[in-house]
């Protein structure tokens, strides 16, 4: 499939029916009170860089953001492929800008959290064919249980 990665604004109608369909993804498999989401508005943030992969006729398939944590250390947050396309590899992709966009800015340290249940599988293949591996919980997580945290060190 060909498609298009690009940093992009998260304030777009597009965007925000996909980040609606990533909530709604999610909403099932984990308690909500274990949810981290960032809002759109959140990934508006100039320490948020949004990349959004789109088909060539603009449709809007994937995404994924880099949180800047300061200090070297930077956050995987709102990786998501439409249903229709996992397999084909755009996570993978996505998840190869936000690590080139992070050695880029020098971080020496990547983190993400996920979930722990049953349906989050894809992600963790995703994360671990990148070169992520498992750790305990980062940043301000709660060690929940309901979570799982990966890390990859980039210096």
């Known amino acids: 499939m060909a498609v298009e990665i690009a940093i992009e604004t998260p304030l777009q109608e597009d965007v925000r029916t996909m980040v609606a ?3 709604a993804t999610m909403t099932p498999l984990t308690p ?3 949810q981290f989401q960032l809002t759109v508005e959140q990934m508006a943030e100039p320490d948020v ?3 959004v992969a789109r088909e060539a006729d603009g449709g809007c398939v994937g995404m994924g953001a880099l949180k800047d944590h300061g200090a070297g250390l930077g956050e995987v947050k709102r990786m998501f492929t439409q249903p229709e396309i996992r397999g084909q590899r755009v996570g993978a992709r996505i998840l190869e800008r936000i690590e080139a966009l992070a050695r880029g800015r020098e971080m020496a340290r990547l983190v993400l959290e996920t979930g722990e249940a049953q349906g989050f599988e894809p992600a963790w293949r995703v994360y671990e064919r990148g070169g992520f591996t498992r750790c ?3 940043l301000d997580y709660p060690d929940s249980g309901f979570s ?3 890390e990859k060190k980039l210096a």
Do not use: D, S
Request: glycine share 6%; net charge positive; hydrophobic share 55%.
């Open 49 to 51: 860089t949004l990349f």
């Open 136 to 138: 305990g919980a980062v």
């Open 148 to 150: 799982r945290f990966y």
């Open 32 to 34: 909500r009170e274990f």
């Open 21 to 23: 369909a990533l909530n």
